[in-house]
């Protein structure tokens, strides 16, 4: 019985890094931009809840502090970002490690190092039994939102036109300029998109986490072990590799392994890339070769 | 912020942000010339990382203390200027307290939260005859197995932090006959704990229902939080550090878990973090805002008056720590590091904020003082967002020694090094 929870736990885990892996998947397969700033996107999009929630409330924070992460996030592409798409990745990687840094330390400026406090909203508190298995409302909640939005790319990116040439140009940027479609507007609404939902999973996190500057650093790295997993430009590719990440750390954990919990990611990822390089769905992406 | 010119990149990147920030600001060149009028002190101290939070009060602390000793007269008549550097990491740590000591010619070291970064400090420290007063690493084995002639520690060790709870937990008849889980952090510190920790159960017929380690990096405690509550524990010991503890005492609030929890480590300012509504459970601690002595009093006012909040423990450290050093050189009329060790080796009194004074016991430079446990208010008795705990009486209690709650030469030894 307990085990059986904890497989259904590592499932639901997975979630969390969902949000942060999509984007980061996205923003690097359209635009060859390793983002290392994306958990300072995060970070912020925690801390905005804390600023909007005495004036908009726990909901309204929910759609403004990630429209406004998103918005930042399209003031960073427009300034930085696009001077790096045609270059080598290692330059972007320098550029968003820098301004990871400077993310964290203005936090620090602006908020203090000490982390904040933040609750659950009363009305979210709470636990549902579902068949037996107790489970936290306010998780149950969490996961609906992230879920809806994983759906929600998922269609915007396979049912319309935006979605058709957001996904041509992952394959071949030249060919959809040579159709006379400038990827430019598109880079910046995938920029927006994947800032954004890193943004949302600072808000849906800030009431189970602790608030500090350097909570964006915590989700990174995971995150990154999704998106190799996974597979660069492949969807389920990152949705697998995010379930299996939590389940395995899940059951890691539940069995009485805890001390190697995150190192069983990281054998699971070296497990990955040695019989599979390109990651357990990643396609082909010819400019990449 | 210090003026070294320590161009690392990290550091140039740092500096290129806060100028960003602050910009319009001439860029801080100050030429440091040695004077005679001024005496130097060395403050190191983690201010990035997972300890940054508590090195921030630290800092804070330590810049109050030079201010109001300055005020009254300085050191020798002379004024403290105070190097304040972030210690990272041990390698960092050490040569940074080496460029102190051998550079700047500090007349003393003040600091430190992690363990391990303070043994590297106490390293150099001993090597170069210099005083190193830790404000804030609590492992038993730096007062035991590495303890150093010229380390000196203001902050408890994991044994005093153990044996003040514990009383709390032996009066509320959670420890015989019962069954404990206990998280633990998976590192020196977490595992030092635990070693004292399991010696207090075993003394005291308890056992363990079940025994977790947690590496640094876990953020989600889902999965020990379902394991827990299917162990249904008599009490959760949480042996954590830092943010976790926070995490953990939001998502134990957030799955409705009410197995009394406590912990033998502890900060106030994780659970300020954890907050009105998910911080439980009771917690030892070195000094709190809410300690009713008017020397405490005047502390936290003038703390707040500056910082717009209440001072935490960490700031209390450093803030003793600092003012410790002040009236030995004032008292000794010399700022030589082995003359200061030899008058606080012979036991000299200091006045804590506290009921009684505190020494340093000779046998390994531990500071007897009193400590407290704190037990979290029920949601609805909190008024504001920091007296969200009440406190025991001073422990020791007024009839006891002081030393009764530090470990004895069984438990832990230490032997100076010539």
């Not at chain 2, 017929?205 to 947690?214: E, R």
């Not at chain 2, 208010?377 to 920091?386: D, F």
Request: aromatic share 10%; proline share 4%; glycine share 10%.
């Amino acid at each position: 019985m307990l085990l059986t929870q904890q497989i259904l736990n590592g499932l639901l885990d997975g979630v969390y890094y969902l949000l942060i892996a999509l984007g980061l998947s996205l923003i690097f397969s359209l635009g060859g931009i390793v983002n290392l700033a994306h958990g300072a996107f995060f970070a912020i999009g925690a801390y905005l809840t804390l600023v909007f929630s005495p004036y908009l409330g726990f909901g309204g924070s929910l759609i403004a502090a990630p429209v406004s992460v998103a918005l930042l996030g399209v003031g960073i592409e427009r300034v930085f970002f696009t001077r790096f798409y045609r270059s080598d990745p290692i330059l972007s990687l320098l550029l968003t490690f820098g301004l990871a840094m400077v993310a964290e330390q203005g936090l620090r400026i602006i908020f203090g190092a000490p982390p904040l406090s933040y609750s659950i909203p009363p009305a979210l508190r709470g636990q549902v039994a579902i068949d037996g298995f107790i489970y936290s409302f306010y998780r149950v909640v969490l996961i609906g939102i992230a879920g809806g939005c994983v759906a929600a790319l998922w269609l915007l990116l396979q049912k319309t036109s935006f979605g058709r040439v957001v996904r041509a140009g992952v394959q071949n940027p030249d060919m959809v300029g040579a159709l006379g479609i400038s990827l430019q507007p598109y880079m910046s609404a995938v920029a927006a998109l994947g800032i954004g939902l890193a943004g949302l999973a600072g808000v849906l996190l800030a009431p189970i986490y602790a608030v500090h500057p350097a909570m964006g650093n915590e989700i990174i790295t995971p995150a990154f072990v999704v998106v190799v997993i996974g597979g660069l430009g492949s969807f389920w590719g990152v949705v697998a590799a995010a379930i299996l990440v939590g389940l395995v750390k899940g059951v890691m954990v539940g069995i009485g392994y805890s001390a190697a919990s995150t190192a069983a990611i990281y054998f699971l990822m070296l497990l990955v890339l040695l019989f599979r390089p390109r990651g357990l769905f990643g396609e082909r992406i010819t400019r990449f070769d | 912020m210090s003026h070294h010119d320590n161009f690392t990149r990290r550091r140039l990147l740092k500096t290129a942000g806060a100028l960003g920030v602050a910009s319009g600001l001439g860029a801080p060149s100050i030429l440091r010339a040695q004077s005679s009028d001024v005496m130097r002190v060395g403050h190191l101290t983690p201010r990035t990382g997972f300890l940054g939070p508590l090195g921030e009060y630290a800092v804070m602390a330590v810049d109050l203390a030079v201010e109001e000793i300055n005020a009254s007269g300085g050191m020798m008549g002379r004024k403290i200027e105070l190097l304040k550097e972030d210690s990272v990491n041990p390698q960092t740590a050490s040569t940074k307290a080496e460029r102190m000591v051998e550079r700047d010619k500090v007349a003393c070291i003040i600091g430190e939260i992690s363990s391990a970064s303070a043994l590297t400090i106490a390293q150099v420290a001993q090597r170069t005859k210099t005083l190193f007063i830790n404000t804030g690493a609590n492992s038993d084995a730096l007062r035991g197995s590495d303890c150093k002639r010229y380390m000196f520690h203001v902050e408890s060790q994991n044994s005093m932090y153990v044996k003040t709870v514990g009383r709390s937990f032996l009066r509320d008849n959670l420890v015989k006959g019962k069954r404990w889980y206990s998280l633990t952090a998976d590192y020196a510190f977490g595992h030092d704990l635990l070693r004292v920790a399991k010696r207090f159960m075993e003394a005291n017929g308890g056992q363990f229902a079940g025994d977790d380690l947690v590496p640094t990096d876990a953020t989600d405690f889902s999965a020990y939080l379902l394991k827990i509550r299917d162990a249904k524990p008599d009490f959760v010991a949480i042996n954590l550090a830092g943010n976790q503890v926070t995490n953990f005492l939001k998502q134990y609030a957030e799955f409705g878990l009410t197995f009394p929890v406590g912990g033998f480590g502890f900060d106030t300012a994780l659970a300020w973090a954890a907050g009105k509504g998910s911080f439980v459970g009771t917690w030892p601690c070195v000094w709190h805002h809410l300690v009713d002595t008017p020397a405490s009093k005047t502390f936290v006012a003038a703390f707040t008056k500056k910082y717009g909040k209440p001072p935490e423990n960490q700031a209390w450290g450093d803030y003793i720590a600092t003012k410790i050093v002040a009236q030995t050189v004032n008292e000794i009329k010399s700022a030589d590091s082995t003359k200061i060790v030899e008058h606080l080796e012979k036991g000299a009194k200091f006045d804590l904020l506290k009921t009684r004074p505190g020494y340093f016991r000779a046998s390994d430079h531990q500071l007897m003082h009193e400590m407290y446990a704190i037990t979290a208010l029920p949601e609805n008795q909190i008024k504001n967002q920091w007296d969200i705990f009440t406190s025991s009486p001073a422990v020791p209690g007024p009839n006891e020694e002081l030393e009764v709650i530090a470990s004895t030469k069984e438990e832990n030894s230490c032997t100076f090094p010539t």
